[in-house]
């Protein structure tokens, strides 16, 4: 077993030996080769072709930097044109805001203003209906007292004038009551007038109706003018059931009806009643 890890391992390195100097001849021909002139020459031209090649990709290289930079600087444009316009925007708006505001401004000093002047006008308006309230309320007073016055002035009157007329209806029944009888007299000796139907006749009276009710007896006396169908008679001469129209005098004494003349008509003759003469009243009521 040893003999043989021994043997093993010399053959390895021999075998590392071999390698190393293949390797090493290999890198000497490389050598050679390179330094050739067709070597050099291939070795130029390929540097050549990848000089060209670095030139080109450089070349699309810049030109793509080139375009990235033409949108950048058509970015660049852009962002300041929309920067522009967004101040443009930004300035306008801000005027037409100052403008709204002015606007505000100026309306509320006139609102503020027209409050002023109708809180004037309202204090003016309330100062004015105090002043006309207690103008009339002054003139109600005085309207009052002076009404007050009339009034008292007018009972005042009333009474004076009631009693005036108090004074002078007692002063007027007294001279009623003074003239009283001399009336009656007159009035008891005014003549009065009765036409009727005789219920009897004597030569002391005659009673006279009027249909069928008795209303009044006539006291025939001596200086009673009696006259039957037209021809002087006694009262004693008229017949029951004769028309009658008769003037009287009521006695002042006696209160009876004093006959002063009798004018009787016989039914046996029938005649037109006489009319009323002026003055004449109903039976028995004196005028």
Request: net charge negative; with cysteine; aromatic share 2%.
């Amino acid at each position: 077993m040893k003999s043989r890890a021994a043997w093993l391992g010399a053959g390895v390195a021999a075998l590392l030996v071999g390698t190393t100097a293949c390797q090493d001849q290999d890198r000497s021909r490389q050598d050679k080769a390179e330094n050739t002139p067709e070597h050099q020459v291939e070795q130029a031209q390929a540097q050549s072709e990848k000089a060209f090649d670095d030139a080109r990709d450089a070349q699309k290289q810049a030109s793509s930097e080139q375009r990235e930079a033409a949108r950048a600087q058509e970015d660049v444009q852009r962002k300041q044109q929309e920067l522009q316009e967004a101040q443009a925007k930004a300035q306008k708006e801000a005027q037409e805001a100052q403008s709204t505001q002015q606007q505000a401004q100026a309306r509320t000093q006139q609102a503020q203003s027209v409050a002023q002047q109708a809180q004037a006008s309202a204090l003016e308006a309330q100062r004015r209906a105090q002043q006309n309230f207690a103008t009339q309320q002054q003139q109600a007073s005085n309207e009052s007292a002076s009404a007050n016055q009339q009034l008292a002035q007018q009972s005042a009157q009333q009474q004076q004038a009631a009693n005036q007329n108090a004074a002078t209806q007692q002063a007027a029944i007294a001279r009623n009551s003074q003239a009283a009888p001399a009336q009656n007299t007159q009035a008891v000796q005014q003549e009065q007038q009765i036409s009727g139907d005789v219920l009897s006749a004597s030569a002391q009276e005659v009673l006279v109706s009027q249909a069928g009710e008795p209303q009044l007896r006539l006291k025939v006396g001596p200086s009673t003018q009696v006259q039957v169908d037209g021809r002087a008679a006694s009262a004693a001469d008229i017949q029951e059931g004769a028309q009658v129209r008769a003037s009287y005098r009521t006695d002042a004494s006696s209160g009876e009806p004093q006959a002063l003349r009798i004018d009787a008509t016989s039914r046996a003759q029938p005649a037109t009643p006489a009319a009323p003469e002026s003055g004449e009243s109903s039976p028995g009521v004196p005028r």
